[in-house]
């Protein structure tokens, strides 16, 4: 199992696309990047059980483990309306690359806008809000 699996408590996925209610997902061009932005988080007060930086081959194989047949189905037409599983395919073709992430519970929105506050000076490639409504994409995408 991905430490990414463990950390997100099996909540990774909505009709089996990637989809981690409730958690800010950013991609950094390396880990060091990542764990630098965790490194922001934990001394303003975020816990280990809140942030999680990880290399992009933990990302890889949390995408791998997801699939199941309702979830190909799901990706396919995810993949259709360009929605989420473009998100998921786009991280993980960084992540094959050398990108890593970091991952950030937020239980509500005063804690994820605290959160972002102190990501987006660390210039992120891509960062998005998977929220109860739909995702809100934060930096790097439209």
Known sequence: MSRLAS???GSDTRLGVFYPERYIVAIFPDLE????????LRGAGFTDEEVMAAPGDDFVHLMEEEKTPLG???????RFLDTEANYSDRDTRDARHGAAI????????????????LIAPTQPLRARYYGLGGVEHLAGES
Not at 33 to 40: G, L, V
């Open 7 to 9: 950390f997100f408590k």
């Open 33 to 40: 990047r990542a764990s630098e932005a965790a490194a922001k």
């Open 72 to 78: 190909v189905v799901m990706t396919g037409f995810s």
């Open 102 to 117: 970091l991952a950030v519970h937020c239980a509500d929105e005063q804690q994820k806008r605290s959160a972002w506050k």
